[in-house]
Antibody, heavy 123, light 107 residues
Framework: QVQLVQSGAEVKKPGASVKVSCKAS????????INWVRQATGQGLEWMGW????????GYAQKFQGRVTMTRNTSISTAYMELSSLRSEDTAVYYC????????????????WGQGTLVTVSS | DIQMTQSPSSLSASVGDRVTITCRAS??????LNWYQQKPGKAPKLLIY???SLQSGVPSRFSGSGSGTDFTLTISSLQPEDFATYYC?????????FGPGTKVDIK
C-alpha cells in the first residue's frame, strides 16, 4: 500500500538545524510531489512548501523562505525537509504528504500523510 | 492568502446523531475544497476532495457539499470512531490554507 514513513523525534537547541526524512513506498516516488505541513501542539495545520522528486524543483511558503530546504534522494525514494535557525516557536509535529491530482479541472489533495515527526526546540 | 474559517470550533454529539460542520472561504474557491479527519496523535486522513468526492475507503456516512465560499461536511450517523477533529483545506491557490478545525467529541 502507499505509505510515507518519517524519521524519529528530534530535540534541538535554539539556532540549530533539523533534517526530517520521509520514505515513500507503494508507488513511483518521482511521480508525485511531496509537501510538508507542520502542527504545533494543540494548534492547526500550517503548510510549509513542496518539492517535485523528479526535477528537484521546490516552492516554499513565504514564512519559511530562507530557513527551509526540501531535497530528495530518488535512489532510496526519500524526501527531506531541513529547517534552520530553529526557535522555540518551531516546536511542532512535521508531516510529509503526497500531493495527488485528479480530474480535468486540476483538483488536488494531500494523501496519504506520513505519521509525523515531533521536533522540540529547547535550550 | 485565502482565509478559511470553520464553525463550530467544537461540538458534542451522541452516537447516531447527524453532524454538520461548516467551512467558509474568504473568497470564492469554486469546488477546490478538501476535508480531513485527524485523531489524537495521528496524521490527518483525507475524507473528501473537490468539495463532494468521497475518498476511496471512506464510509458513505461522510458527505461534502458546497461551492464558492460556503461548504459543509456532514456525518449522517455518528459512529464511535468518528470522534476526532475535522479540517477543511482550500486547494484553489497557493499557499494551501487549512481551516482552524472542528473538534467532535462525545456528549
Amino acid at each position: 500500500q502507499v505509505q510515507l514513513v518519517q524519521s524519529g523525534a528530534e530535540v534541538k537547541k535554539p539556532g540549530a538545524s533539523v533534517k526530517v526524512s520521509c520514505k515513500a513506498s507503494g508507488y513511483t516516488f518521482t511521480s508525485y510531489d511531496i509537501n510538508w505541513v507542520r502542527q504545533a501542539t494543540g494548534q492547526g495545520l500550517e503548510w510549509m512548501g513542496w518539492m517535485n522528486p523528479n526535477s528537484g524543483n521546490t516552492g516554499y511558503a513565504q514564512k519559511f523562505q530562507g530557513r527551509v530546504t526540501m531535497t530528495r534522494n530518488t535512489s532510496i525514494s526519500t524526501a527531506y525537509m531541513e529547517l534552520s535557525s530553529l526557535r522555540s516557536e518551531d516546536t511542532a509535529v512535521y508531516y510529509c504528504a503526497r500531493y495527488c491530482t485528479g480530474g480535468v479541472r486540476g483538483f488536488w489533495w494531500f494523501d496519504p500523510w506520513g505519521q509525523g515527526t515531533l521536533v522540540t526546540v529547547s535550550s | 492568502d485565502i482565509q478559511m474559517t470553520q464553525s463550530p470550533s467544537s461540538l458534542s454529539a451522541s452516537v447516531g446523531d447527524r453532524v454538520t460542520i461548516t467551512c467558509r472561504a474568504s473568497q470564492s474557491i469554486s469546488s477546490y475544497l478538501n476535508w480531513y479527519q485527524q485523531k489524537p496523535g495521528k496524521a490527518p486522513k483525507l475524507l473528501i476532495y473537490a468539495a463532494s468526492s468521497l475518498q476511496s475507503g471512506v464510509p458513505s456516512r461522510f458527505s461534502g457539499s458546497g461551492s464558492g465560499t460556503d461548504f459543509t461536511l456532514t456525518i449522517s450517523s455518528l459512529q464511535p470512531e468518528d470522534f476526532a477533529t475535522y479540517y477543511c483545506q482550500q486547494s484553489y491557490s497557493t499557499p494551501p490554507v487549512f481551516g482552524p478545525g472542528t473538534k467532535v467529541d462525545i456528549k
